[in-house]
């Protein structure tokens, strides 16, 4: 099966189809069995005649730990920069090496424009904390914030006060907050408004800052605090080029180019039927130049019509197909 990457970047923010779709998918997958050491190795563990694959929900999944303890990488072995999740040890944090910038920067703004529009329609706002320079998070937000082309648009970490005037006295351009779990509360817990327009998005993490809450709890407060109808949530983990969002009640949907499958906890080559529950599997096709196919350590449930909801992570007990994986 040949590969012509050019080609593939092109056709990967136009499909159309669902057999296009498998196309690129199986195209990815010969390629990254071929010239990716970590994949190839892993797939080869279950004995699997690649050429007998001809559907994207037989292709294996690289577990999401291999990204804290080797380079996946396809192709030649070097990169122009890492990103690297948050995590208490060098040790324990996954790696993502980006051969290819314009092709992360093309992939995030490309799945925001499919959700929201173009990032010149608003004022893009952020409660993110410091994160170190390898957080692909900020590296993203800061991107969207540039492409804003806002004097407004920036970081208002420690800036409340600010932050709240500016919600409440911009008009024109519409304005999206992105904002970490534990930053919205505490902004939430400051200030009584009352702006159904604005968009909050959630990016997760309470990162220790105060006692783990559940998603409807969290949003409650926000929605109440600041008057906004619903709060929205941004799916999206340092081993991804793409991102998938919520607009409401942890629904989450994901643009043309990703997919979301669910496997069964004790058997990682066998999936779930819509709405069970199950490990989370995603091929995120931009992923051309790392591994497209990541079996996830989250825990949740696919519709039929692709939309999805997260409902937990494995624990150790859990891992047992996962064991069977590594």
Same mark, same amino acid.
């Given at each position: 099966?040949?590969?012509n990457r050019e080609y593939l970047i092109s056709s990967i923010f136009r499909l159309s189809s669902e057999n296009e779709f498998n196309?690129?998918?199986?195209?990815?997958?010969?390629?990254?069995?071929l010239n990716n050491p970590v994949y190839h190795k892993f797939v080869d563990i279950?004995?699997?005649?690649?050429?007998?694959?001809?559907?994207?929900?037989?292709?294996?999944?690289?577990?999401?730990?291999?990204f804290k303890s080797h380079r996946i990488i396809s192709g030649k072995n070097?990169?122009?920069?890492?990103?690297m999740s948050s995590g208490t040890t060098s040790g324990n944090r996954s790696t993502l090496y980006v051969k290819d910038t314009g092709l992360y920067e093309k992939s995030f703004v490309s799945t925001f424009q499919f959700f929201f529009g173009n990032?010149?329609?608003y004022h893009i706002l952020a409660l993110l904390p410091g994160y170190h320079e390898e957080s692909s998070l900020i590296y993203m937000v800061r991107n969207l914030i540039q492409q804003s082309n806002s004097d407004l648009s920036g970081f208002y970490i420690g800036k409340d006060e600010e932050l709240a005037g500016i919600l409440q006295k911009t008009k024109g351009r519409k304005i999206i907050l992105f904002g970490v779990?534990?930053?919205l509360l505490e902004f939430a817990k400051k200030f009584l408004l009352n702006l159904p327009g604005l968009i909050i998005l959630e990016t997760g993490g309470m990162k220790g800052k105060n006692k783990e809450m559940i998603r409807e709890e969290v949003h409650s407060?926000?929605?109440? %605090?600041?008057?906004?109808?619903?709060? =929205?949530?941004?799916?999206?983990?340092?081993?991804l080029f793409s991102q998938a969002y919520s607009q409401s009640h942890g629904l989450f949907k994901s643009p043309p180019w990703m997919r979301i499958l669910a496997r069964d906890i004790n058997d990682p080559l066998t999936l779930v039927q819509p709405g069970r529950t199950g490990g989370i599997n995603i091929i995120d096709l931009a992923n051309?130049?790392?591994?497209?196919?990541?079996?996830?350590?989250?825990?949740?449930?696919?519709?039929?019509?692709? %939309?999805?909801?997260?409902?937990?992570? =494995?624990?150790?007990s859990d891992l047992r197909g996962c064991n069977l994986m590594l």
């Open positions: 099966m040949s590969f196309d690129l998918a199986l195209k990815l997958f010969h390629y990254q069995y279950f004995k699997i005649k690649t050429n007998n694959i001809v559907h994207f929900s037989d292709i294996p999944f690289l577990p999401v730990e291999l070097d990169y122009e920069r890492i990103f990032p010149s329609d779990t534990y930053a407060i926000i929605r109440q %605090s600041i008057g906004v109808p619903a709060v =929205y949530s941004e799916y999206g983990m340092t081993e051309i130049d790392s591994c497209s196919f990541i079996a996830t350590a989250d825990l949740g449930k696919v519709n039929k019509d692709g %939309s999805f909801e997260i409902t937990g992570r =494995y624990d150790n």
